[in-house]
């Protein structure tokens, strides 16, 4: 029997709101939960917890870390869907789609709270 059925990533933000309008208004995601300063949000089967953190926090995030990896089929189509919200956000907090040296498609996200949320799929290369 398999007990394991996905990996969730746990996001700390400063400001869940902010967070959220992101995760649901620009990516697409649905909030499953809202309590306080907790979150949980899901698209196509992927979830991601948000907790709003403050100052002092160990796990405080802002350093530019690809810490919200979502696997994706279509990297491609998925940008296509998000293009017109995505114009909404600065130029410079999003890059992609593009070919990586290490065999991903990317799109890459600035959060507001510094970090990178990014869309993967595997490039699939002639050897």
Do not use: W
Request: aromatic share 8%.
């Amino acid at each position: 029997m398999t007990n394991i059925i996905q990996s969730t990533p746990f996001m700390h933000v400063p400001d869940l709101g902010a967070a959220l309008a992101l995760m649901v208004d620009v990516l697409g995601f649905r909030i499953d939960l809202r309590a306080d300063d907790y979150a949980y949000v899901s698209r196509d089967g992927a979830g991601l917890r948000i907790l709003q953190t403050g100052p002092g926090n160990p796990f405080q995030p802002g350093n530019r870390r690809f810490a919200h990896y979502f696997d994706c089929r279509d990297v491609d189509a998925l940008h296509d869907e998000l293009k017109p919200r995505l114009r909404a956000l600065p130029a410079h907090d999003v890059h992609g789609p593009a070919d990586k040296p290490y065999g991903q498609r990317e799109l890459l996200i600035l959060a507001p709270d510094g970090n990178l949320i990014v869309f993967g799929q595997a490039i699939h290369r002639d050897a």
